[in-house]
T-cell receptor, first 117, second 116 residues
């Protein structure tokens, strides 16, 4: 069965410092990995995804994520945090495969990112 | 513009009432999903539908019902059997064809339901 874990409920970073939000996953086949961001009282917005190819994926708002197959991780990173990056971040995984109920995306529990001025 | 629309944005329900949350998409997506989110919490899947006139229970389906009479629409009814319905409800849709599963979900902006 697919699963995804975000080990930190909250990450606190000073503005201008680099940030990392951690995510590990478990699938039996090849994974499709996603990061979403949620601002208060809003739906989830797509940030970036890994399908295949280069392990470093670049996305919206200066975020990037590194796929590490051996560690089954897909950590979200940004070189210099902004106060406006403060939000709830979700990692998600979908298993490559055919049309089936297993093609649902599984979401992590979310990590609240707080950037202090 | 293509997108997914949830309405209303805020909804108040009296004890014992059924209420229906609307979700409409014009993305020609095959699958649609309903999630519940409690304060500071992650997403819990209520129901999903991969094709018209068919749907499956998610992890917390008790007290909820859905229909999928049209590809574009997937309304969620919160029934009086749902004992703690106050939450933020999110609808999502996705392409669901072999070879295109690398597409993620598109989310609506959510409906906040409060029991008064």
């Amino acid at each position: 069965a697919q699963s995804v874990a975000q080990p930190e409920d909250q990450v606190n970073v000073a503005e201008g410092n680099p940030l990392t939000v951690k995510c590990t996953y478990s699938v039996s086949g090849n994974p499709y990995l996603f990061w979403y961001v949620q601002y208060p009282n809003r739906g989830l917005q797509f940030l970036l995804k890994y399908i295949t190819g280069d392990n470093l994926v670049k996305g919206s708002y200066g975020f990037e994520a590194e796929f590490n197959k051996s560690q089954t991780s897909f950590h979200l990173k940004k070189p210099s945090a902004l106060v406006s990056d403060s939000a709830l971040y979700f990692c998600a995984v979908r298993e490559e495969g055919g049309y089936s109920s297993a093609s649902k995306i599984i979401f992590g529990s979310g990590t609240r990112l707080s950037i202090r001025p | 513009d293509g997108g997914i629309t949830q309405s209303p944005k805020y909804l108040f329900r009296k004890e014992g009432q059924n209420v229906t949350l609307s979700c409409e998409q014009n993305l020609n997506h095959d699958a649609m999903y309903w999630y519940r989110q409690d304060p500071g919490q992650g997403l819990r899947l209520i129901y999903y539908s991969q094709i018209v006139n068919d749907f499956q229970k998610g992890d917390i389906a008790e007290g909820y019902s859905v229909s999928r009479e049209k590809k574009e629409s997937f309304p969620l009814t919160v029934t009086s059997a749902q004992k703690n319905p106050t939450a933020f409800y999110l609808c999502a849709s996705s392409i669901l064809r072999t070879g295109l599963l690398s597409y993620g979900y598109t989310f609506g902006s959510g409906t906040r339901l409060t029991v008064v």
